[in-house]
């Protein structure tokens, strides 16, 4: 069964950090582009981050840069968005998602982990 699984949501105050987690089984995400995105409640999902297969090239949505950061361990077959200086409005959940290349349609969709910033 092809599948990738978030991991590593939660709730966390403002200026808090977290690490996400992104798993791949049944298929290898060596020649996949992985992005993450979000949805807030009531609005839209968006693109938060994209990383190309070989990790030599990564693009953030502005609200995030600098505070996100991707990155990817093809060996363990597990991709890894680290979240620095969380506010509020990063609240949501978290998708990861394979694509042929970051501009590309995505394949594959996990199923999601909640991130939650709050005091």
């Known amino acids: 069964q092809l599948q990738l699984v978030e991991s590593g949501g939660g709730l966390v105050q403002p200026g808090g950090s977290l690490r996400l987690s992104c798993a791949a089984s049944g298929f290898t995400l060596d020649y996949y582009a992985i992005g993450w995105f979000r949805q807030a409640p009531g609005k839209e999902r968006e693109g938060v981050s994209c990383i190309s297969s070989k990790g030599g090239s990564t693009k953030y949505a502005d609200s995030v840069k600098g505070r996100f950061t991707a990155s990817r361990d093809n060996a363990e077959n597990t991709m890894y968005l680290q979240m620095n200086s969380l506010k509020p409005e990063d609240t949501g959940v978290y998708f990861c998602?394979?694509?042929?290349?970051?501009?590309?349609?995505?394949?594959?969709w996990g199923l999601g982990t909640q991130v939650t910033v709050s005091s």
């Open positions: 998602a394979a694509l042929s290349y970051c501009s590309g349609y995505v394949q594959y």
